[in-house]
């Protein structure tokens, strides 16, 4: 009877299970129990025998008891200490904080740099009057750009609203608002109807720089663009014009900007195709008829300005090679580059 508690005892895994042992062999209604209170029914020769025995058996059951209980919790606590340990050392589950989009870093990038020489930044409408968006810039009646082809008209047409298909129209308005002399850069989203690939997306953004002052030349232009190339692009990164035409500048010039992989060493440079050179943007000088559609005089005042793509300059920035990635809004293409646009 005594090993048969003694054997639970040790058997018992846990404090509960320990319990329930002790209910059974040492509680009020355990064999020991009985045992004790038959002691006193016996007769009086044998109850000191009886008594010892049952004693002692009830002293080594306690002991027992005491002793499995007093392991079991220090076993508890020392579980209790490894489970609730805190690892100082583990990384949290940080919620991902939010950034801005590529795009909107790149032009805030130009924008500072512009303001850092010294200009303002304008703003413009999206959906533009045809008037500032061609008539203002010198366009004939029957320029192609006019076509439906490559202009989304807002309906009904005859109201004469258009998506701007490019950020000149906020020439006009700035020099119209504020007068000469002028150093304005306007930031924002255009539209054309192309096909959406790697290289062309219906609406992608442009920055636009207008310059009015007396005494302006194309050298101020080259220098401008120069400067806004090196400090977006790195230093010594340069820029090359190439006679071009367009209808708001005499002359106009398309741009090109220095390899800036190769810097125009490697003939097989996929930047630049081997050429040494990309290609960027418009530019020129400021077209009178345009300083006049603007209460400009240009007996006093020249101008220059150019517009180049954003979208186009963060592409080379990031090596992104389709330009779909940047608008299709997978986070997983923004978050590689943090905030370091
Ligand atoms: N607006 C022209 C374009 O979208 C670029 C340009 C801007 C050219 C300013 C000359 C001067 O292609």
Avoid at 125 to 144: C, K, M, Q, R, T
């Amino acid at each position: 009877n005594v090993q048969a508690a003694l054997d639970a005892i040790a058997a018992a895994g846990d404090l509960d299970q320990l319990k329930q042992v002790r209910t059974a062999h040492a509680g009020d209604k355990s064999p020991l129990a009985l045992a004790n209170r038959e002691i006193g029914a016996l007769p009086p020769t044998a109850k000191a025998e009886a008594g010892k025995r049952v004693g002692q058996a009830r002293g080594r059951v306690g002991q027992a008891l005491k002793e499995r209980q007093a392991e079991l919790e220090a076993e508890r606590d020392e579980r209790i200490l490894i489970d609730e340990a805190v690892d100082v050392t583990m990384v949290p589950g940080r919620r991902p904080l939010g950034r801005r989009h590529p795009i909107e870093q790149m032009g805030r990038r130009i924008a500072d740099i512009m303001v850092g020489m010294g200009w303002e930044v304008a703003e413009g409408p999206e959906v533009e009057a045809e008037w500032f968006s061609f008539d203002a810039l010198n366009f004939d009646e029957d320029h192609p750009a006019r076509q439906m082809a490559d202009t989304f008209y807002i309906d009904p047409p005859e109201h004469g609203l258009v998506l701007r298909p490019h950020t000149s129209p906020v020439q006009a308005r700035a020099m119209l608002e504020r007068g000469a002399p002028l150093y304005v850069a306007c930031l924002g989203r255009v539209f054309r109807t192309d096909e959406l690939d790697a290289t062309h997306m219906p609406a992608f953004h442009q920055v636009e720089g207008l310059a009015v002052d007396e005494g302006l030349t194309m050298a101020h232009l080259k220098g401008t663009l120069d400067r806004l190339a090196s400090e977006l692009f790195g230093d010594g990164i340069v820029t090359r014009l190439r006679p071009s035409y367009f209808p708001f500048t005499e002359p106009s010039a398309e741009m090109d900007l220095r390899c800036f992989v190769c810097r125009g060493t490697d003939p097989d440079c996929r930047a630049c195709s081997g050429t040494g050179w990309i290609e960027w943007g418009g530019c020129g000088m400021v077209n009178h008829n345009v300083l006049r559609a603007c209460n400009i005089d240009p007996e006093r005042y020249t101008g220059f300005a150019f517009g180049m793509g954003v979208d186009r300059a963060l592409m080379f920035r990031t090596g992104a090679s389709d330009m779909r990635e940047m608008i299709e809004g997978d986070v997983r293409f923004d978050a590689q580059f943090g905030m370091e646009i």
